[in-house]
């Protein structure tokens, strides 16, 4: 059974930096579609950060991000711990928001930010930036 568990959320002022951190057992994330998403109240979840390996590929992969997060935000992932970071830098209060990783073994790039591929889910960590 796959678990996916996120921490590293927490409240914040704007400008200031957090590192979300996605640890999974029953699955290993090795290729395929890694992502986050987030969610804040009364709006559709949408992803932020992804990492693709195309699926049975080594390698490091090609990331994928929301406009407003680049240069700001970055998804990474470390073999060894088999966990998903997102560092998040430059916070703004638009980035309030619960936040989920998300992983998908069999998808194609185009699938990374499509909420409805993914059938591996944690149960989010929110993330409070203030003004």
């Known amino acids: 059974q796959v678990h996916l568990v996120e921490s590293g959320g927490g409240s914040v002022q704007a400008g200031g930096s957090l590192r979300l951190s996605c640890a999974a057992s029953?699955?290993?994330?090795?290729?395929?579609?890694m992502a986050w998403f987030r969610q804040a109240p009364g709006r559709e979840r949408e992803g932020v950060a992804a990492?693709?390996?195309?699926?049975?590929?080594?390698?490091?992969?090609?990331?994928y991000y929301l406009d407003s997060v680049k240069g700001r935000f970055t998804v990474s992932r470390d073999s060894a711990k088999n966990t998903l970071y997102l560092q998040m830098s430059s916070l703004k209060p638009e980035d309030t928001a619960m936040y989920y990783c998300?992983?998908?073994?069999?998808?194609?790039?185009?699938?990374?930010?499509?909420?409805?591929?993914?059938?591996?889910w944690g149960q989010g960590t929110q993330v409070t930036v203030s003004s």
């Open positions: 998300a992983a998908l073994r069999q998808c194609w790039n185009y699938d990374v930010f499509n909420t409805r591929r993914y059938n591996n």
């Open positions: 029953g699955y290993i994330f090795s290729d395929g579609c």
């Open positions: 990492l693709y390996i195309a699926t049975g590929t080594t390698g490091p992969g090609d990331t």
